[in-house]
């Protein structure tokens, strides 16, 4: 090991800093694309690989990133969700679960990543991050492509959703860069619409071939107000940025949200029929593709509302 540790300034500095950025991205999704090479047969996949990430902390990426993986999983798609904070890791926390192994052990070689992957009773699987390791953080160049090689273990999933942490760190950058989708959390807070833009930024800067920017609104009350929120955002990137930017949808303000968190039990099976719940649904068949029948109510408001333009 090199024992060399990140440091941004010096890696900007270095003029083939654009060439190894990319270079990583590829490199990571060519890896997950690859067989994960058990001895029994396996169909081969390419999973879809989802970043869910934020400027801010607090605007509900984690819980968007679970619900959202239970709602694929009930639409029969393999999903596995990992939390990629690494350093203040909560994805298995909301979920009420405790992991002997996370990923602590797999950046320090201990585990695999196959040996800490958790089966859940909400047809999902989760890859656990750690809390308190502040050194995770701020992996190393040969710590971050140790840990992108172990993701070929996870090729058998239908689709990949990565909880990343807040902000423009360089791993959540790697985690953004070699994704199909990122998925940009904000809410109608200025500060929040700020720093989705600031991330957004960060993507396109160095990244020329990155992936697909996909815009949600979190904690709306009106449509009114998630359209406007998104339309903000798309126009100042597609003004300053040259880039598009697609809104895929909004979530209502709920109360379920919260009480669902303390209970540590995802309001899309505790109360799927909520606002919140069937903002989620909409959310995911806009991502997958996949018809659903709804039993009118809220339900039709909110499929006649996706399906408009913004």
Do not use: C, W
Request: net charge positive.
């Amino acid at each position: 090991m090199s024992g060399r540790r990140y440091n941004a300034r010096e890696d900007y500095m270095n003029p083939d800093y654009n060439i190894v950025r990319k270079d990583q991205a590829e490199r990571l999704r060519l890896i997950m694309r690859e067989n994960s090479g058990h001895s029994e047969p396996l169909q081969r996949h390419e999973p879809r690989i989802m970043t869910i990430s934020s400027g801010k902390g607090g605007v509900g990426k984690t819980n968007i990133a679970i619900n959202l993986a239970i709602a694929l999983a009930e639409a029969g798609k393999k999903v596995v969700v990992m939390d990629a904070d690494l350093g203040l890791a909560n994805v298995n926390v909301i979920l009420g679960i405790i992991p002997k192994y996370n990923l602590y052990h797999v950046i320090k070689k201990q585990k695999k990543l196959r040996d800490i992957i958790v089966n859940t009773q909400y047809g999902i699987q989760i890859i656990a991050g750690a809390s308190g390791f502040s050194q995770l953080a701020n992996l190393n160049e040969e710590e971050r492509a140790a840990f992108v090689e172990g993701l070929k273990d996870l090729s058998y999933a239908d689709y990949i959703i990565i909880d990343t942490a807040a902000g423009v760190s360089q791993n959540v950058l790697t985690f953004l860069k070699g994704a199909d989708d990122a998925i940009i959390i904000t809410t109608p807070e200025p500060t929040a619409i700020t720093d989705a833009y600031g991330i957004i930024k960060s993507i396109t800067t160095e990244s020329n071939n990155g992936p697909s920017i996909k815009l949600v609104v979190n904690r709306v009350r009106t449509v009114m107000e998630g359209k406007k929120v998104a339309e903000r955002v798309i126009n100042i990137a597609g003004q300053f940025l040259n880039v598009k930017v697609s809104n895929i949808g909004f979530i209502f303000e709920d109360s379920v949200v919260q009480r669902a968190v303390i209970k540590q039990d995802p309001f899309y099976r505790s109360a799927p029929n909520s606002k919140a719940a069937q903002s989620i649904k909409h959310l995911m068949t806009r991502l997958a593709k996949v018809e659903y029948s709804d039993s009118g109510g809220f339900g039709k408001f909110l499929r006649s509302v996706f399906r408009a333009k913004f």
